[in-house]
């Protein structure tokens, strides 16, 4: 499996090392790990993964740590071959609460979890909604307030097509990296 940073992530270390000694942790946890295992897991200065964490509790407590523990989680991506000859890239783990991050194989396995990952991802769909839309009520008539429109709609698009997922497709697709194709409109 290869993994790397997402785009703008700034991280030190080396991506791929640190996914597979992540994906070892989530495996080691039947899929599961939250910023606290994390933290304590990166604590052994021979894994890759320490040098992510700045470790000098005059810089950063252990609140801090937790906070890069949670933007590593949210930057390690898996890279998957499609065969095509295009990549598609899917999370090493996506938050579920209260359970912390879950991979996209566990999703996969359980419906449940699967469910309070797509609820979540449909609230953030509707939050950045909202958001475009004070944007756009802000802004003076023209071309910010346009993009603001036509981006508040795309989004608008996006979470009716959040709702009208089928779990049990979409996060099996998820985990083996292939991303469904949305509805045209």
Known sequence: ????????????GNAQKIGEEMSGLFGANDGNCDAEELVE?????????????TWDDAAAGHQWRLAEARKLIRAVVKVV??????????????HVSPKGYSTMERLAREPDEAAIALA????????????LEMLENALAPGVNADKARRGRHLVQRAARYVS????????RSAAEGHRPTPPAG
């Open 1 to 12: 499996m290869k993994y790397e940073f997402k785009p703008g992530y700034k991280i030190r």
């Open 41 to 53: 897991f990166a604590r052994d200065e021979s894994r890759e993964v320490h040098k992510a964490f």
């Open 81 to 94: 071959d499609r065969g095509d000859g295009d990549v598609a890239r899917t999370p090493i783990a996506v």
């Open 120 to 131: 979540a991802a449909g609230q953030r769909v509707e939050a950045a909604s909202r958001s």
């Open 164 to 171: 009208d997922i089928n779990i049990g497709g979409a996060h």
